[in-house]
């Protein structure tokens, strides 16, 4: 007669999580996890990244799962611990990764009394979560983790899990169980032929075709391209995708939107038929108002919540244009596409400008311009959220073997530090770059210190105008005088070197090429603290009469004040 095993309820969650992929768990110990914690270090085959901030734990999971598609986890203990981690968990909503985060949580005989510590969990995580669930009896944990898990995964969302103390290590019996559920696995995602038919007669009834396209169109590179072609179409792509073409392909126009290009503005403007291809690109105001439009996404929550769609499919992009493409002719009239070059080598030397100049103070296109030439071939970019976001948009060239991210529809400020070691972790071999502001580094510059404990060679690069310049611009457009953006900055170079790491500042133009080179080829984690101008503006693609009004308002009240 067989013995059937038995294990801690906490035991069971994390042989689960390694059978799901997981080998990193991010946040930091606290008395409602102590023995989640040790069960980790008993088990030994996920490790334990201690952060300085449970928020830097999530941010760290979302930026894993971002750049895999695979499951992530943070955990965080009751009370404070839980809470700090909604910030990261709300990136990893926004932007569709899956993230498991597991809460600590009194016993279950003190809930509901007011106890120390005590939150009401489920609802706290009730609007971030696409599963939440409380442990609350020892024999469910099997299927609750297992569901977890797939939630998270197939839904490409955030899931959470509540563990009160006196249940994580109660004892249950059973093996191990996991069947993880991929998203292209649940049904056939392939289009109707109606719907493909009147897509081609879309097509062909059209002269002035353009493709947007998002994330969900980057496995489908190659069949984008012959699209492409096929339709002499350009492409404009969102800033999450920007690795999907270089800027400087033949048919990229760039992005979209304040922090896209003007060749893109013109050609949504002109088109007579606009293709969405895995994109939700949220601003409306961006999109065609007598177009034609056709959508295709995997999620049909996405389908015509943007702008009226007239033919949409419900599929996976890469299937869906493999099927497309057999049956689309070659369009002969090329006068749309010219005119789009045309306009994008206009910009395109307007811009090399800024780029290539040589002035002080340094300007950040040049900074982000010369990022990109010096990085590594096949360098994983984490872009923060400001001005440097405009300049990492429009100025930093990104290739299709490289890798590009950001917290997307949340655009939190600091993601990108804490993101970068959730990155280095799961790409050992591959450089990490961080392009982040002054403001957006001193939130989180204490996880520089888990950078150099955990000798990761994280390169943080800083664009330090010694002010929230995002929101000055904000204001500034808005008609309001700049307020309270300024900021007072210690030398983070310094503090580079006193949290073990290495650390240069950056005044002048002649010296950046060789501080670059010298970060980008150490073998420690390094800060460059790079000066740019502080008066260099973010131009909007097209700027707009009012903008222009309320600017010299703003400056106007300034000068009075």
């Known amino acids: 007669m067989s013995t059937i095993k038995k294990r801690k309820v906490v035991d069971h969650i994390v042989e689960t999580l390694y059978k799901y992929g997981v080998r990193h768990v991010f946040g930091i110990p606290g008395d409602a996890i102590n023995d989640l914690m040790d069960a980790i270090r008993r088990n030994g085959k996920i490790e334990f990244i201690q952060v300085r901030h449970e928020e830097s734990g999530a941010f760290a999971a979302s930026a894993q799962a971002k750049l895999t598609g695979k499951l992530a986890v943070c955990v965080g ?13 709300y990136d990893a909503k926004l932007d569709h990764a899956p993230v498991l985060a597991i809460t600590g949580q009194l016993p279950r005989s003190e809930i509901g009394n007011n106890s120390h510590q005590e939150i009401n969990s489920s609802a706290l995580f009730s609007d971030v979560a696409v599963f939440n669930q409380t442990l609350f009896a020892a024999d469910r944990v099997p ?11 197939n839904e490409s969302g ?23 559920i991929a998203g292209n696995e649940t049904g056939s995602t392939k289009p109707l032929a109606s719907a493909l038919n009147n897509t081609l007669s879309l097509i062909q009834q059209a002269n002035k075709i353009v493709v947007l ?37 033949e048919y990229s ?41 056709i959508q295709v996404d995997k999620d049909i929550r996405h389908i015509g919540r943007r702008c009226p769609v007239d033919v949409s499919i419900v599929g996976e992009v890469s299937e869906v244009l493999e099927q497309l493409i057999i049956d689309l002719p ?34 950040p296109q040049f900074l982000a311009r010369t990022i990109g030439e010096l990085a590594n071939k096949d360098a994983i970019f984490l872009c923060d959220t400001g001005t440097v976001t405009a300049w990492a948009a429009r100025h930093l060239p990104v290739t299709e073997h490289q890798l590009f991210t950001l917290s997307g529809n949340l655009a939190t400020m600091a993601f990108s530090m804490a993101g970068a070691i959730g990155a280095q972790l799961k790409f050992p071999d591959r450089q990490v770059i961080v392009l982040i502001g002054d403001g957006g580094f001193s939130m989180l510059m204490q996880e520089f210190i888990t950078v150099v404990n955990r000798k990761l060679p994280i390169k943080v690069i800083i664009f330090n105008n010694a002010k929230l310049g995002l929101i000055q611009l904000e204001q500034e457009s808005s008609g309001y ?16 070197r006193l949290c073990g790491g290495e650390g240069w500042s950056v005044e002048r133009p002649e010296m950046l090429v060789d501080a670059l080179k010298e970060a980008f080829t150490s073998t420690e984690a390094c800060v460059l603290d790079v000066h740019v101008d502080p008066n260099e503006l973010v131009m909007p693609p097209k700027l707009e009469l009012s903008q222009a009004v309320n600017y010299s308002i703003a400056k106007a009240k300034e000068f009075l004040n």
């Open 77 to 89: 203990t009751a009370g404070g611990g839980a809470i700090h981690l909604l910030n990261g968990l």
């Open 330 to 363: 070659q369009k002969d009239d090329k006068n749309f596409l010219d005119e789009c070059r045309h306009q994008k080598m206009k910009w395109s030397r307007e811009q090399g400008e800024k780029e290539s100049s040589q002035v002080a103070p340094i300007k």
């Open 253 to 293: 126009l760039g992005g979209l939107g304040l922090l896209g290009t003007r060749p893109s503005i013109e050609a949504i403007n002109n088109c007579d038929l606009l293709i969405m291809l895995g994109t939700d690109f949220p601003y409306k105001e961006y999109y065609p108002g007598k177009a034609k439009v």
């Open 143 to 153: 299927e609750i983790i297992q569901q977890a898990c797939n939630s998270a995964i």
């Open 481 to 496: 005088p700049n307020y309270k953006t300024a900021l007072k900055n210690p030398d983070f170079a310094e503090f580079a």
């Open 213 to 249: 396209a998002g994330v969900g169109a980057i496995p489908a590179r190659q069949q984008l391209l012959t699209l492409l072609k096929k339709c002499n179409a350009p492409l404009i792509r969102t800033l999450k995708a920007k690795v999907l073409l270089p800027d400087e392909h």
């Open 158 to 180: 955030v899931a959470h899990i509540a563990l009160p103390v006196d249940v994580a290590t109660e004892q249950i019996e059973g093996g191990i169980t996991c069947h993880p």
